[in-house]
């Protein structure tokens, strides 16, 4: 089945500077990319998600790039502020089957 | 549009005793999932339901976990027995197709701590 790597686990940057959180994934048939936010003691949220047909998605001060060749895929956050700390976690989909990385702790220190 | 519930939130019980925990997804949602999710790790499937229908299935601890969905809506995960490492927040989510919107919606979860 599908394997989702994700690093770093823990990030902390400065406020108003960018952080890029890195996934790779093992199966070359995955074709839905999506991140989620979780703070602490809520439920994940889906953020933004890039299909396989395309190669980078914007909104707003977040976006996503996907490497099919290489089998990566990064978010990025440009301006970070305190309210972007969180868990952020990616996940790859073939066929019915998501998988999740483990989870970035992103800290975005005032 | 009313998002997923589940309840409990929040169960506390000893090891070899039993727990059932109650989904229900967003009206319309074919699509029904159950996560694990254990402290520090991200979702891990259980199981996957289209409709009353299992779709996925292969990661679910058969010996002790088991789930149904019998009208298509509602779904009830239960663990019997649990064991310590079955602690974890539970979490359902759904969406309305697999393929066809992938968006999938999460509910509040279930944290489940075996003493």
Known sequence: GENVEQHPSTLSVQEGDSAVIKCTYSDSASNYFPWYKQELGKRPQLIIDIRSN???????????????????????????????????FCAARVDNDMRFGAGTRLTVKP | EA?????PRYKIIEKRQSVA???NPISGHATLYWY???????????????????????????DRF??????????????????LEDSAVYLCASSLA?????????????RLTVT
Request: aromatic residues 8%.
């Open chain 2, 21 to 23: 925990f109650w989904c």
């Open chain 2, 66 to 83: 088991s789930a149904e969905r019998l009208k298509g809506v509602d779904s009830t995960l239960k663990i019997q027995p649990a064991k």
């Open chain 2, 36 to 62: 694990q999710q254990i402290l520090g790790q991200g979702p891990k499937l259980l199981i996957q339901f289209q409709n009353n229908g299992v779709v996925d299935d292969s990661q679910l601890p058969k």
């Open chain 1, 54 to 88: 395309v190669g980078e998605k914007k909104d707003q001060r977040i976006a996503v790039t996907l490497n099919k060749t290489a089998k990566h895929f990064s978010l990025h956050i440009t301006e970070t502020q305190p309210e972007d700390s969180a868990v952020y």
């Open chain 2, 3 to 7: 998002g997923v519930a589940q309840s």
């Open chain 2, 98 to 110: 697999p393929q066809g919107t992938y968006e999938q919606y999460f509910g509040p979860g279930t």
